[in-house]
């Protein structure tokens, strides 16, 4: 079973940034779809951003000029950028990669926004 291990979460003001970082512990081949999913306390989990093997780019209509999703394949690592962040961000986030029809996921780390 590979690892996904993330870090860059934490405690940060509103109108703060903070930058997520998700990187396999051992080499993934067939890497194609990589992204970041969030959820809160009581809430189902659901997409934040992801980016397609061919650099398609989605993000939430929540987070859409705010966030910036971006890979390096090199490395297969996944990063989002997350600007101006309000209290309503705050939530455990987990990155997800894709490789041969098989999804990964990270153990979850968490974002809190305070006001």
């Known amino acids: 079973q590979v690892q996904l291990v993330e870090s860059g979460g934490g405690l940060v003001q509103a109108g703060g940034s903070l930058r997520l970082s998700c990187t396999p512990a051992?080499?993934?081949?067939?890497?194609?779809?990589m992204g970041w999913y969030r959820q809160a306390p009581g809430k189902q989990r659901e997409l934040v951003a992801d980016i397609s093997g061919g650099g398609t780019i989605k993000y939430a209509d929540s987070v859409k000029g705010r966030f910036t999703i971006s890979r390096d394949n090199a490395e297969y690592t996944v990063f989002l950028q997350m600007d101006s962040l309000k209290p309503e961000d705050t939530a455990t986030y987990y990155c997800?990669?894709?490789?041969?029809?098989?999804?990964?996921w990270g153990q979850g780390t968490q974002v809190t926004v305070s006001s």
């Open positions: 051992s080499r993934i081949a067939g890497v194609n779809y």
């Open positions: 997800v990669v894709n490789a041969l029809g098989i999804a990964y």
